[in-house]
């Protein structure tokens, strides 16, 4: 991991892989959140705002809870 010093070596080797949000295994919301993302990159041109938000926003806001 390469640190950029926004945090310290000590907080993203030490702390951090012991939160529990870190144990949890994303695989699947990752897949769905990718395919959220290809339909929404094939259908750029033709989505206005409104059709992006709906499409895509909204449901990656619902998986990511």
Do not use: I
């Amino acid at each position: 991991m390469t640190n950029k010093a926004l945090f310290s070596q000590h907080f993203l080797q030490d702390c951090l892989p012991s939160l529990p949000e870190w144990t949890e295994d994303v695989r699947l919301l990752l897949e769905q959140m990718r395919a959220l993302y290809a339909r929404a990159r094939q259908f750029r041109h033709t989505w206005n705002e409104a059709q992006t938000e709906e499409e895509f926003v909204k449901p990656v806001l619902r998986l990511l809870g």
